[in-house]
């Protein structure tokens, strides 16, 4: 057996420089390093059912290092998941195996890779998940992520926060291995870095294990013990070999080299024919599986569909005793959400946006089961606290809460959204300050490329966070989140919605609009002041219930002379510049408010022109960079905005100092109209 297994590993080495060679483009090194581990894992270890690919309960592989994205599909061929042309047509025009592995459940690849650091802390998200939800349904929901990381994924500074939460947790579904070959793309690791990795993952409280990463006996009883680990997520270093297996035309050894890492290895000082024949593939067929490799691997599959089968009947039995409890399992993983009322969150009058999220926030926390709520060390700020006053916190060996405090790490919290995302059944919220969105992007990308429905919460929207001073008041953020609105995902729909609610009933309507999009990403803007509640004719909640349509009309005037446009907290300040431009100059002033420009400009044109008339002269109102409304106000008006950081002094005297008053607004119109 012990033969199969190194001619398993031999193949999956043969197709990873294959495809790489092919393409003339790809990582070849890593992967011929990483095959004996991927092979022993998923012949072995890893529980899931080749019948069925979407099967919630399977046991989950997140790759970290994309790079090495022949790796996984090599090790997906020999299971029957690619064809041989999927393979051959590795990183090419409408290829289902692209240059970095995008999410794709039916051929087994979990998670977008993405930046490095991003894979294996989406891992630790998909093991908060599977712990929050076996703290509600029982033991028998054991399944275990698995991770893949390399040098580089270990040094981003994301790994910091995924491995202090993982260790924190105590999340022992958590086992990863590090594929410790000391190079990387450009420089061998040494002249980088000099840490102890594994003290490091030891501090933070991981069962670390260093092996030969070749040697399947090592790799064997590593995969055990960490399955058998209660209290730990396991690291398992492995020591490999970059291009394990390389040759040169002369048949002399040429692995471990640094130029292996980045490109073909024909294209180095190894031979590629050579090295086929070394690792015993045939030249005139390298993308072919080795014919007893082929029968070991039908075979596997048999027992891999019966060792699912025998887990589904135990699965059965517990469905048949608890039929309250799986009807509930399965509405959580179709996302099917209970009867809401948003109507029904009572406001007081004035309230910033971010308090009245809060009483909506407080609503769901008793009414929605599979909510996961978390916060960068400000809780009590971005007002998630009114969630977490109906739960607890998610603590190691206790998940029966659903708040999670992440520290002060908006990166890592993301990703680890959207981990929760990926693993499904469970509806990952996350919040900050709008301002540290920044550090939160290259999460918020992932999230929008993988169609994952994370809601955002972003607080403190705009300079009016006054004394605290202009590294903490968002003034280019909501134009760079915005941009994710005009930003198509490969399904053809916008990739992100953005919403600012310009008071509490539409903050209400936001929150509605963020729970019941389970498409994509939502993000929710607020105030840190409070806002006037805008005037209604009847009831204010209905009349927001207009915001789901992006834009409306919030002050009607017949044939007004111009369109006041804004969204958030300067729709309330427009309202007051109609007054005066009424009362001072008789001026009709229609005002507009346009919490998501992306779901406007999805509505009809003959619905955006009657809310926002093009024949008529219009003007925009924004805490942030005027490019925020451009696209509304046309070439027939003016944006005012702030083209400058804040600076720190209080929100009231901002306003006056930047102009955001109706006393403004009477003037600025009052101009426009001139011409």
């Given at each position: 057996?012990?033969?199969?297994?190194?001619?398993?590993?031999?193949?999956?080495?043969?197709?990873?420089?294959?495809?790489?060679?092919?393409a003339?483009?790809?990582?070849?090194?890593?992967?011929?390093?990483?095959?004996?581990?991927?092979?022993?894992?998923?012949s072995?270890?890893?529980?899931?059912d080749p019948?069925?690919?979407?099967?919630?309960?399977?046991?989950?592989?997140?790759?970290?290092?994309?790079h090495?994205?022949?790796?996984?599909?090599?090790?997906?061929?020999?299971?029957?998941?690619?064809?041989?042309?999927?393979?051959?047509?590795?990183?090419?025009?409408?290829?289902?195996?692209?240059?970095?592995?995008?999410?794709?459940?039916?051929?087994?690849?979990?998670?977008?890779?993405?930046?490095?650091?991003?894979?294996?802390?989406m891992?630790?998200?998909?093991?908060i998940?599977?712990?929050?939800?076996?703290?509600?349904?029982?033991?028998?929901?054991?399944?275990?992520?698995?991770?893949?990381?390399?040098?580089?994924?270990?040094?981003?500074?994301?790994?910091?926060g995924?491995?202090?939460?993982?260790?924190?947790?105590?999340?022992?579904?958590?086992?990863?291995?590090?594929?410790?070959?000391?190079?990387?793309?450009?420089?061998?690791?040494?002249?980088?870095?000099?840490?102890?990795?594994?003290?490091?993952?030891?501090?933070?409280?991981?069962?670390?294990?260093?092996?030969?990463?070749?040697?399947?006996?090592?790799?064997?009883?590593a995969?055990?013990?960490?399955?058998?680990?209660?209290?730990?997520?396991?690291?398992?270093?492995?020591k490999?070999?970059?291009?394990?297996?390389?040759v040169?035309?002369?048949?002399?050894?040429?692995?471990?080299?640094?130029?292996?890492?980045?490109?073909?290895?024909?294209?180095?000082?190894?031979?590629?024919?050579?090295t086929?024949?070394?690792?015993?593939?045939?030249?005139?067929?390298p993308?072919?599986?080795?014919?007893?490799?082929?029968?070991?691997?039908?075979?596997?599959?048999?027992?891999?569909?019966?060792?699912?089968?025998?887990?589904?009947e135990?699965?059965?039995?517990?469905?048949?005793?608890?039929?309250?409890?799986?009807?509930?399992?399965?509405?959580?993983?179709?996302?099917k959400?209970?009867?809401l009322?948003?109507?029904?969150?009572?406001?007081?009058?004035?309230l910033?946006?971010?308090?009245?999220?809060?009483?909506?926030?407080?609503?769901?926390?008793q009414?929605?089961?599979?909510?996961?709520?978390?916060?960068?060390?400000?809780?009590?700020?971005?007002?998630?606290?009114?969630f977490?006053?109906?739960?607890?916190?998610i603590?190691?060996?206790?998940?029966?809460?659903?708040?999670?405090?992440?520290g002060?790490?908006?990166?890592?919290?993301?990703?680890?959204?959207?981990?929760?995302?990926?693993?499904?059944?469970?509806?990952?919220?996350v919040?900050?300050?709008?301002?540290?969105?920044?550090?939160?992007?290259?999460?918020?990308?992932?999230?929008?490329?993988?169609?994952?429905?994370?809601?955002?919460?972003?607080?403190?929207?705009?300079?009016?966070?006054?004394?605290?001073?202009?590294?903490?008041?968002?003034?280019?953020?909501?134009?760079?989140?915005?941009l994710?609105?005009?930003?198509?995902n490969?399904?053809?729909?916008?990739?992100?919605?953005?919403?600012?609610?310009?008071?509490?009933?539409?903050?209400?309507?936001?929150?509605?609009?963020?729970?019941e999009?389970?498409?994509?990403?939502?993000?929710?803007?607020?105030?840190?002041?409070?806002?006037?509640?805008?005037?209604?004719?009847?009831?204010?909640?209905?009349?927001?219930?207009?915001a789901?349509?992006g834009g409306?009309?919030?002050?009607?005037?017949?044939?007004?002379?111009?369109?006041?446009?804004?969204?958030?907290?300067?729709?309330?300040?427009?309202?007051?510049?109609?007054?005066?431009?009424?009362?001072?100059?008789?001026?009709?002033?229609?005002v507009?408010?346009?919490?998501?420009?992306?779901i406007?400009?999805?509505?009809?044109?003959?619905?955006?022109?009657?809310?926002?008339?093009?024949?008529?002269?219009?003007?925009g109102?924004?805490?942030?960079?005027?490019?925020?409304?451009?696209?509304?106000?046309?070439?027939?008006?003016?944006?005012?905005?702030?083209?400058?950081?804040?600076?720190?002094?209080?929100?009231?005297?901002?306003?006056?100092?930047?102009?955001?008053?109706?006393?403004?607004?009477?003037?600025?119109?009052?101009?426009?109209?001139?011409?």
């Amino acid at each position: 057996m012990s033969n199969i297994n190194l001619r398993a590993a031999d193949n999956i080495r043969a197709l990873a420089i294959s495809m790489v060679e092919q393409a003339n483009s790809g990582h070849p090194g890593g992967p011929m390093g990483g095959a004996d581990f991927m092979h022993i894992l998923y012949s072995e270890f890893l529980n899931f059912d080749p019948t069925d690919m979407t099967w919630p309960f399977r046991d989950r592989f997140f790759m970290d290092a994309g790079h090495l994205s022949t790796l996984l599909y090599a090790q997906y061929y020999l299971l029957g998941n690619y064809k041989k042309e999927d393979i051959k047509n590795f990183r090419q025009w409408g290829s289902v195996t692209p240059g970095h592995p995008e999410v794709d459940v039916l051929r087994g690849v979990e998670n977008t890779s993405g930046p490095l650091g991003q894979g294996h802390t989406m891992g630790v998200g998909a093991a908060i998940a599977a712990k929050f939800l076996a703290a509600r349904f029982g033991d028998w929901m054991n399944h275990k992520i698995y991770g893949f990381i390399s040098d580089g994924g270990v040094q981003e500074e994301i790994s910091q926060g995924a491995g202090r939460i993982a260790g924190h947790l105590g999340l022992n579904n958590f086992i990863m291995f590090y594929d410790a070959n000391d190079v990387q793309l450009s420089t061998m690791t040494n002249e980088v870095t000099s840490e102890d990795t594994a003290k490091k993952y030891e501090a933070w409280g991981w069962k670390v294990v260093t092996i030969d990463g070749h040697n399947h006996d090592e790799i064997r009883k590593a995969l055990k013990d960490a399955n058998s680990e209660q209290e730990k997520p396991t690291l398992i270093i492995g020591k490999t070999i970059m291009g394990k297996g390389c040759v040169t035309e002369t048949g002399a050894n040429w692995e471990g080299h640094c130029e292996l890492h980045g490109q073909p290895i024909g294209h180095t000082g190894a031979d590629f024919n050579e090295t086929l024949k070394n690792l015993g593939a045939d030249v005139n067929d390298p993308f072919a599986k080795y014919e007893d490799v082929a029968i070991f691997y039908a075979n596997l599959l048999k027992i891999k569909t019966a060792a699912a089968a025998s887990k589904k009947e135990e699965i059965n039995k517990w469905r048949s005793e608890n039929p309250k409890l799986s009807e509930k399992l399965d509405s959580f993983f179709v996302g099917k959400l209970p009867e809401l009322n948003f109507e029904s969150v009572v406001n007081k009058p004035g309230l910033a946006t971010r308090a009245a999220s809060a009483n909506v926030l407080g609503y769901l926390a008793q009414n929605v089961e599979n909510m996961i709520v978390s916060s960068a060390d400000l809780s009590n700020s971005d007002k998630t606290d009114g969630f977490l006053k109906y739960t607890h916190s998610i603590n190691k060996n206790d998940f029966s809460g659903a708040f999670l405090q992440a520290g002060v790490a908006e990166l890592t919290m993301a990703a680890i959204a959207n981990g929760i995302a990926l693993h499904g059944g469970v509806i990952p919220v996350v919040a900050t300050f709008f301002v540290f969105s920044d550090y939160m992007k290259p999460a918020i990308r992932m999230s929008a490329i993988q169609e994952l429905p994370v809601k955002y919460v972003w607080t403190h929207d705009a300079f009016r966070v006054g004394e605290d001073g202009p590294t903490h008041q968002p003034i280019e953020q909501e134009a760079q989140i915005r941009l994710l609105e005009k930003l198509k995902n490969h399904s053809g729909n916008p990739c992100f919605t953005a919403l600012r609610p310009a008071d509490s009933a539409e903050t209400n309507v936001a929150w509605k609009m963020a729970m019941e999009n389970d498409k994509t990403p939502t993000g929710l803007i607020l105030s840190r002041q409070g806002i006037k509640d805008l005037p209604a004719v009847s009831s204010r909640y209905k009349e927001a219930l207009e915001a789901e349509k992006g834009g409306y009309t919030i002050l009607e005037v017949e044939n007004p002379d111009v369109v006041l446009v804004a969204n958030g907290s300067e729709v309330a300040t427009l309202i007051e510049g109609a007054k005066l431009l009424a009362e001072r100059g008789n001026i009709q002033a229609k005002v507009v408010s346009v919490p998501s420009e992306g779901i406007f400009r999805l509505q009809s044109k003959t619905y955006q022109e009657s809310v926002i008339p093009t024949i008529k002269p219009a003007f925009g109102l924004t805490a942030g960079l005027p490019v925020n409304l451009q696209g509304l106000v046309g070439n027939n008006g003016k944006v005012f905005g702030l083209d400058h950081f804040g600076y720190s002094a209080p929100a009231n005297v901002l306003d006056e100092k930047f102009g955001f008053t109706g006393e403004n607004v009477f003037n600025q119109d009052t101009e426009l109209l001139k011409y």
